[in-house]
């Protein structure tokens, strides 16, 4: 009995009941949607407050601003390595399989094309404008990571170049901070229910039907996810010296929530937390998951790649080298573009047909019954990389204590 006190368990539990309820009662799927939801906002409820405390404190409690640009600038190239990355494992495997040959494309409804009306206005200018919040109150309202990120660097900053006098505000933010952090632990224990009605949402509105017509592109993007995380980050993990498989074990949890909720928001207060525990330092977490959350989505790259070969299949327009080339260079801005936007799978896809001006954008109807199936995988590879990266980063800066993380992560006591 006492396993079953494991939260992990029951997450578990809770996403096995969510596909057996949606399966046999399919009508519940509304029902299960509203438990998904208030369980998401209610850790969006915490995330911004704790993402802005946990810089600050950070970075004027003991970081030097020497230190923040150059972890900032080894995130951002790490970042934009391993995404170009993705983005051509994406393409071989899509190249190899050929998930969308015999797909007939001639069942497309014309009308569901309309998601993609918003696509064409999405630009690079426009992105680097929006990272500068016009009302902060608002980017925490609306929970924007980004302006939120920008904001906290620029009050640390202030902050710090207070000295001794800004002492009691950081000693006062950093007890917020706990505060939050109890919060949050008092809300995921609501966890199984949440990752229940994920699962019984998605089973009980998509069903398994619309996974037969496009399993196969379906399969071909979980096992390039899958590779992946084992032999790309493996490698990784294995020349920065730590364990993949020590470090999925501490955090599977978190996995299996966002695998449940669909969503890898849902646990970003906790991988801070958890990587902080594990001996992380906290300049170094709390720059880098908040900015890997926009622009290191090797799960979303992985999505994108593959789908944009997966329609010229379907539509039967190959493209040369060049071509392919074109769509790598296209995705590396559109899918910084669309950061933070709802349904941003389709509206850089739908970004990337535009510009490309070969393949239909209409074709995006095609991926809709199957989205919600993605969804859940770029979610779980999106967070996983992220984890990894923060720590080949606080690896790269020696801001890690070796003790206490091969402790907590491998066990190991010295």
């Not at 407050?49 to 972890?71: D, E, H, N, Q």
């Not at 890997?292 to 790259?301: E, I, P, V």
């Not at 209409?362 to 990894?388: Q, T």
């Amino acid at each position: 009995m006492k396993y079953f006190k494991v939260l992990y368990v029951q997450v578990i539990l809770g996403i096995l009941a969510g596909i057996l309820v949606g399966y046999v009662f399919p009508s519940f799927f509304p029902s299960a949607k509203l438990i998904s939801e208030t369980f998401i906002n209610m850790i969006r409820m915490v995330i911004a407050p704790v993402i802005f405390l946990t810089i600050v404190t950070g970075i004027a409690g003991a970081g030097s601003m020497k230190k923040v640009g150059r972890v900032s600038g080894k995130a951002l190239i790490y970042f934009e390595v391993v995404t170009t990355l993705t983005l051509f494992i994406g393409l071989l495997v899509a190249n190899v399989l050929k998930p969308g040959a015999g797909v007939n494309h001639a069942s497309i409804n014309p009308a569901n094309a309309q998601i993609t009306n918003t696509a064409k206005d999405m630009n690079w200018g426009e992105f680097l404008s929006h990272i500068v919040p016009a009302n902060i109150f608002d980017a925490f309202a609306k929970g924007d990571i980004l302006q939120i990120l920008f904001f906290a660097i620029l009050f640390a900053v202030g902050l710090k170049q207070l000295g001794a006098q800004g002492a009691s505000l950081i000693t006062a933010f950093e007890k917020i901070n706990k505060v939050l952090f109890k919060v949050l632990h008092m809300i995921m224990r609501l966890s199984p229910l949440g990752a229940f009605g994920g699962m019984a949402y998605t089973i009980g509105k998509f069903g398994f039907s619309s996974l037969l017509v496009l399993g196969k592109l379906l399969m071909a993007f979980y096992v390039t996810g899958i590779l992946f995380i084992f032999v790309v980050l493996n490698l990784i993990a294995r020349f920065y010296g730590f364990s993949l498989w020590k470090l999925l074990g501490y955090i599977k949890a978190e996995i299996l929530i966002v695998l449940g909720a669909s969503s890898s928001e849902a646990v970003l207060p906790s991988l801070i937390e958890k990587l902080q525990a594990a001996g992380c330092e906290k300049e170094v977490v709390g720059l880098v998951v908040p900015a890997g959350y926009s622009f290191n989505l090797d799960g979303t790259s992985i999505y994108l790649s593959m789908s944009v070969i997966f329609l010229s299949q379907v539509f039967n327009v190959p493209l040369s080298f060049q071509q392919e080339l074109m769509v790598i260079g296209i995705l590396l801005l559109t899918s910084k573009g669309a950061a933070g936007v709802t349904g941003s799978g389709f509206i850089v896809l739908a970004s990337t047909l535009t510009a490309l001006k070969i393949i239909p954008v209409a074709g995006l109807a095609l991926l809709i019954g199957v989205d919600r199936f993605m969804s859940e995988g770029r979610a779980v590879f999106n967070f996983i990389g992220n984890a990894v990266a923060t720590v080949v980063i606080a690896k790269s800066e020696k801001a890690v204590d070796e003790v206490k993380y091969k402790s907590v992560v491998e066990g190991v006591v010295e």
